[in-house]
């Protein structure tokens, strides 16, 4: 049985703007480093940057990262002040900023869990939406 997430690992052109971008910028703890790579920390979750020829998503994948309550509007202060590109406005349930990372990846900060998504869903189901157990 599948009980979790164990890692994301994100293909990087350059590893010391990742390391910057991902370390410095967003804050996420720098764990190891090597010359092809690096394993930061968010929490529970493991961020390998892996430096590779890096080809991003043209669909909607996307890694979302939690932030608090009432950050958003610092968060977007200290993207913009980054020149940090938006790819995407928020839609949906919660606070939320999409932006690239120095390859292009899409990322979001997202306040909210799954809880709180199925609860608006719930008041204001998509299309064809079931709830199970």
Not at 27 to 53: F, H, N, P, V
Not at 82 to 92: C, I, L, M, Y
Not at 114 to 127: A, C, D, F
Request: charged letters at 20%.
């Amino acid at each position: 049985m599948i009980t979790g997430l164990n890692h994301l690992t994100v293909a990087v052109s350059d590893l010391d703007r990742s390391c910057q971008f991902y370390g410095e910028l967003l804050g996420i703890k720098m764990m190891a480093r090597w010359d092809t790579g690096a394993y930061l920390q968010a929490g529970s979750l493991w961020l390998c940057l892996s430096l590779d020829k890096a080809i991003p998503a043209k669909d909607y994948t996307h890694y979302a990262f939690t932030v608090s309550e009432g950050t958003i509007a610092e968060w977007l202060g200290k993207l913009n002040s980054a020149g940090v590109e938006q790819w995407r406005e928020n839609r949906s349930e919660g606070s939320s900023l999409y932006f690239l990372d120095p390859d292009g990846h899409k990322l979001e900060l997202h306040v909210g869990d799954l809880n709180s998504r199925l609860s608006s869903m719930q008041k204001k189901p998509y299309k064809g939406f079931t709830l199970f157990d």
